[in-house]
T-cell receptor, first 117, second 114 residues
Framework: AQKVTQAQTEISVVEKEDVTLDCVYE???????LFWYKQPPSGELVFLIR??????QNEISGRYSWNFQKSTSSFNFTITASQVVDSAVYFC??????????????FGRGTQLTVWP | GAVVSQHPSRVICKSGTSVKIECRSL??????MFWYRQFPKQSLMLMAT?????????EQGVEKDKFLINHASLTLSTLTVTSAHPEDSSFYIC??????????FGSGTRLTVV
């Protein structure tokens, strides 16, 4: 079973629209970390956010915001007033366990976001 | 911030030859390094986990004799694709654990086997 599900394969919006990328995760651990990464065409992964399982507070960073809801095992990502430069593949990822070091990352399949001018 | 330098960024090699990809942590010690492979329009698939000074742990279905991983120091891990074939053409990316971000990724290596 997929530990991280990103049901939206591709999303297209027009510039200035708001867009939400969905992420649903599955884990039996009580301590875990959730991540979002951006992958532009160059291929490099750009870190966006890390959230631990004990911190359900939503976060806003500029045009980006994240909604973490343990009750629905979701960690959704919203871009407000999208821009062409936001076009990329976005990955949600999960790391389980809360020991002294992080374990492997489980990636979702990614959502290709295209923002049209 | 923490940086992992990955080289080469692109490589084209002939079928049957070997290719080495290097990942260096520039300003931190990478005790653990993860190696991923990504096919076009697909997600990152973990190939193996390497810990400094010990043998790498490979994921199911990944041939350890074909994808040789060496992690001899805290700042350098290498992946060697031996006897490469066209089906090995892919995007390879390494990742090291660091304190704040959790993981620092290399910039990736696009391998094309002709």
């Amino acid at each position: 079973a997929q530990k991280v599900t990103q049901a939206q394969t591709e999303i297209s919006v027009v510039e200035k629209e708001d867009v939400t990328l969905d992420c649903v995760y599955e884990t039996r651990d009580t301590t875990y970390y959730l991540f979002w990464y951006k992958q532009p065409p160059s291929g490099e992964l750009v870190f966006l956010i890390r959230r631990n399982s004990f911190d359900e507070q939503n976060e806003i960073s500029g045009r980006y915001s994240w909604n973490f809801q343990k009750s629905t095992s979701s960690f959704n990502f919203t871009i407000t007033a999208s821009q062409v430069v936001d076009s990329a593949v976005y990955f949600c990822a999960l790391s389980e366990g809360g020991g002294s070091t992080l374990g492997r990352l489980y990636f979702g399949r990614g959502t290709q976001l295209t923002v049209w001018p | 911030g923490a940086v992992v330098s990955q080289h080469p960024s692109r490589v084209i090699c002939k079928s049957g030859t070997s290719v080495k990809i290097e990942c260096r942590s520039l300003d931190f010690q990478a005790t653990t390094m993860f190696w991923y492979r990504q096919f076009p329009k697909q997600s990152l698939m973990l190939m193996a986990t390497s810990n400094e000074g010990s043998k790498a742990t490979y994921e199911q279905g990944v041939e350890k004799d074909k994808f040789l991983i060496n992690h001899a120091s805290l700042t350098l891990s290498t992946l060697t694709v031996t006897s490469a074939h066209p089906e090995d053409s892919s995007f390879y990316i390494c990742s090291a654990i660091n304190g704040y971000y959790g993981y620092t990724f290399g910039s990736g290596t696009r391998l094309t086997v002709v």
